[in-house]
């Protein structure tokens, strides 16, 4: 059974090696990391395996009163496909809704299928390109969902 809770600083380093293994074009650095999960505009979240193992994450930035960003999303590919990126998205999304957020923008490179469809899924809509986001050549869609 797949559980859920709050990412802590303990959490910290497994983030940063899941990072490099699912976003090898954009990884968060330890510091990084460090500074995010300080602030209080900040929110993540883990899903943990049967053996309390992270075999998924997510994070959300809402600064309240305005629209929340979401940060990143991800699955180990042995658990995709079973809703847990689904769960860890529902969880950030309704502590953007406690914290006032009008609605959720998110950046996701323009070749990931999987992705941009789990969003259309979740009620995002396409807004633009933004040219070299993730780096040269590593287009990014803007994706934007309104909140009730
Ligand atoms: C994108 C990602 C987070 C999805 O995780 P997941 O746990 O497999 O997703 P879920 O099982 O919750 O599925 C959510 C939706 O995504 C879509 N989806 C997931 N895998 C898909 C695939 N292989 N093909 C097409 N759509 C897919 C579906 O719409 C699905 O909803 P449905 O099952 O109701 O149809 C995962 O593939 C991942 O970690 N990828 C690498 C990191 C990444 O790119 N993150 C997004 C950064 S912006």
Redesign the pocket.
Known sequence: MITYREANPFDLPVFVSLDKA??PYSPWSPAQYKEEFSSPTRHFVV?LDEDQSIV?Y?GVFAPGGAEAD?L??????E???????????ALITDWAITRGSIAMM????TD???????????GYSQLNIRKDYFGSGLDALVMRRDLP
């Open positions: 699912l976003f899903a998924g997510a979401v990143t999303v991800g699955v180990i590919p658990h995709r496909g079973r809703g847990i990126a689904k769960a860890l998205m998110l950046e996701v490179k990931n299928i999987e992705a941009i469809a789990m969003y259309e899924s979740l």
